[in-house]
Structure formats: structure tokens, C-alpha cells
């Protein structure tokens, strides 16, 4: 258990929908970072919030979007979902944001969208 | 665009034999280099890491990884494997300056037979 916390474990949907996935950090890290893990792209960064500021963003679609709470946990949201956004959505948590900071996965959130 | 290569998608080997995963990555510039692995059913951990100094890196469970610069390689290694290493090994790449971004590869699967 890496102590980062994600909810739900798994989401059904159609497409057109908008789903929230959510993710609470280990106790004391102030980043969190999302992914992406499809079968034909592979794992895939999205973006990264440090202390509820966004710090970088990847490949991350105009349709999707997070947020970090000043309670330091974040959620993606995903709209006008279409049947490619199936994917398995990780976040990820580290003390800091730095480059070398080690970053703690959380079980992910497995995404079906019908 | 930087990317990384893995160069094994499956891998097969017995119990006792030696492992050798092949990582190659496409940056000029400084690198933070990592080994990940994500057994069945679990979160991606850590195997290990390298920012600077020596390039031969040991990590948990007996894994060890190599940087050549000249190479842009980072192969993973282990002198003999056991069963309960049956995973999805992935390699990444950490690259940028302020906000930074982590770029996996496509992660070889290894199964190993008892």
C-alpha cells in the first residue's frame, strides 16, 4: 500500500459523459501528478499540481481537467467522453516537486467508457 | 520529442536465470532515469532511481540498472530471477527545468516459471 488513496476503483460510463476521478495524496506530500495508462499510448503523464497550483502539464486533452484542494487532494475531470478515453487514470503523490522526488502511485481508477 | 524505448515487450525466463531489460531514451540533456515495476494487481513501485554519480545504480529486492551516457541507455538487471518477479517492468525518464514532466516507456512483461 503506497498510501495514495484513489476513488472509484472503477467507472462505467457512456460517451458524451463526464466522470470526476479522485485521488488524496500520502500524508505530507504536496504534489500530485496524473496519468494516463491506455493500451496503444501507453502510461502517460497529464499534468501535476504542487500545493494547488498547476506546475506542468503533458499530454492532456482540452476535454480534461484537474484540481488540487487546499486540503491537497486532487480530482480529474473528464468530459465529452469518447470510447478512446478507456484508460487506466493513476495519480501519483511526492513530499515535494522536484525532479528528483520519488513519486508513490496510487491503485488506480479503471475507466470504461461504452 | 523525447521518448523512451524498451526493447523487450515480453520476456520469458526460468527461475535462476539471469535478466537483462533494455532501455534507451531520446534527450541531450540532463536525465533522471527510473525503474519502476507493477506486479499483477498492484500500484507501479519504485525499483530504483538515478540522478547523478555512480551509473550503476542497485535498487530493492536485488535489481541493479546502468547508465552509459554515450549509450542514452539505462538497462535494468538482475543475476538470477525468482517466480514472484512476474511483472510489467517500466521505464522512465524525467526530464525539465520548473515544471518537469515523466515520460514512460511501452514496459516489458516478464513472466518467469517456477
Known amino acids: 500500500d503506497s498510501g495514495v488513496t484513489q476513488t472509484p476503483k472503477h467507472l462505467i460510463t457512456a460517451t458524451g459523459q463526464r466522470v470526476t476521478l479522485r485521488c488524496s495524496p500520502r500524508?505530507?506530500?504536496?504534489?500530485v501528478y496524473w496519468y494516463q495508462q491506455s493500451l496503444d499510448q501507453g502510461l502517460q503523464f497529464l499534468i501535476h499540481?504542487?500545493?494547488?497550483?498547476?506546475?506542468a502539464k503533458g499530454n492532456i486533452l482540452e476535454r480534461f481537467s484537474a484540481q488540487q484542494f487546499p486540503d491537497l487532494h486532487s480530482e480529474l475531470n473528464l468530459s465529452s467522453l469518447e470510447l478512446g478515453d478507456s484508460a487506466l487514470y493513476f495519480c501519483?503523490?511526492?513530499?515535494?516537486?522536484?525532479?528528483?522526488?520519488?513519486?508513490?502511485f496510487g491503485p488506480g481508477t479503471r475507466l470504461t467508457v461504452l | 520529442a523525447q521518448s523512451v524505448s524498451q526493447h523487450n515487450h515480453h520476456v520469458i525466463l526460468s527461475e535462476a536465470a539471469s535478466l537483462e531489460l533494455g532501455c534507451n531514451y531520446s534527450?541531450?540533456?540532463?536525465?533522471?532515469l527510473f525503474w519502476y515495476v507493477q506486479y499483477p494487481g498492484q500500484h507501479l513501485q519504485l525499483l530504483l532511481k538515478?540522478?547523478?554519480?555512480?551509473?550503476l545504480v542497485k535498487g530493492i529486492k536485488g535489481f541493479e540498472a546502468e547508465f552509459i551516457k554515450s549509450k542514452f541507455s539505462f538497462n535494468l538487471r538482475k543475476p538470477s530471477v525468482q517466480w514472484s518477479d512476474t511483472a510489467e517492468y517500466f521505464c522512465?525518464?524525467?526530464?525539465?527545468?520548473?515544471?518537469?514532466?515523466?515520460?514512460f516507456g511501452a514496459g516489458t512483461r516478464l513472466f518467469v516459471k517456477a
Open positions: 499540481y504542487y500545493n494547488g497550483e498547476e506546475r
Open positions: 522512465a525518464v524525467r526530464v525539465g527545468t520548473g515544471g518537469f514532466k515523466t515520460i
Open positions: 501519483a503523490s511526492s513530499v515535494g516537486g522536484g525532479l528528483t522526488d520519488t513519486q508513490y
Open positions: 538515478y540522478f547523478s554519480g555512480d551509473p
Open positions: 534527450y541531450g540533456g540532463t536525465v533522471n
Open positions: 500524508s505530507g506530500d504536496l504534489s
